[in-house]
């Protein structure tokens, strides 16, 4: 079974200053997606950046960039130019991208994100 | 833009009551999901759901719960005898595709908070 890990249970960062988030995950398969999730206090979940894993390119939205390192497992979420609403938990997950209905996502146990003024 | 909605937002109930929580998913997507969050831990995976069929569920997903889609857009998932457990934050979401590319992504919806007294 597949396992994600993120070791930052709570991160500060002062605003417009660059911040990374950690995680690392367990797998066996060498096809899956990767994906960075934000949940703000409403508690809703909102797709962050999404990377696969066949892609050696790093994924990019705006100021939001991962650094995917394969071999080490490990795909951490960087933020450029923090603004107040950043300031969410944020949780890394795993998908399977192996043929066949239903491949679940599997989360890490999140990161509170705080951004300071 | 096309987005997964849920209904109630909030839903208090009794021990032992029945619970319905409703989602509507982005309507040309073909796959199903719920999740679940404990207050404080991590997001859960508790079925997936294709074809008007289970097409995985977790441990978690007992003889208890069940899921629908009784229409054409509605999927449900219903909780027959509510435990005190199963207080939490129930997450619909929805996939295009199960695989390839962009298609496969989750999309969440605004989650249904469950408290059981």
């Known amino acids: 079974a597949q396992t994600v890990t993120q070791s930052q249970p709570e991160m500060s960062v002062q605003e417009a200053e660059t911040v990374t988030l950690s995680c690392t995950y367990d797998?066996?398969?060498?096809?899956?997606?990767l994906f960075w999730y934000k949940q703000p206090p409403s508690r809703q979940m909102i797709l962050v950046i999404r990377q696969e894993a066949y892609k050696q390119q790093n994924a990019t939205e705006n100021r939001f960039s991962v650094n995917f390192q394969k071999a080490a497992k490990s795909f951490s979420l960087k933020i450029s130019d923090s603004q107040l609403g950043d300031a969410a938990m944020y949780f890394c997950?795993?998908?399977?991208?192996?043929?066949?209905?239903?491949?679940?996502?599997?989360f890490g146990g999140g990161t509170r994100l705080m951004v300071k003024p | 833009e096309p987005e997964v909605t849920q209904t109630p937002s909030h839903q208090v109930t009794q021990m032992g009551q029945e619970v319905i929580l409703r989602c509507v998913p982005i309507?040309?997507?073909?796959?199903f999901y719920w999740y679940r969050q404990i207050l404080g831990q991590k997001v859960e995976f508790l079925v997936s759901f294709y074809n008007n069929e289970i097409s995985e569920k977790s441990e978690i997903f007992d003889d208890q719960f069940s899921v629908e889609r009784p229409d054409g857009s509605n999927f449900t998932l219903k909780i027959r005898s509510t435990k005190l457990e199963d207080s939490a934050m129930y997450f619909c979401?929805?996939?295009?595709?199960?695989?390839?590319?962009?298609?496969?992504?989750?999309?969440f919806g605004p989650g249904t908070r469950l408290l059981v007294l």
């Open positions: 979401a929805s996939s295009e595709a199960s695989s390839g590319g962009n298609r496969e992504t989750q999309y």
């Open positions: 797998t066996s398969e060498s096809d899956y997606y």
């Open positions: 997950a795993y998908r399977s991208a192996r043929g066949g209905a239903g491949n679940m996502l599997t």
């Open positions: 309507s040309n997507h073909l796959y």
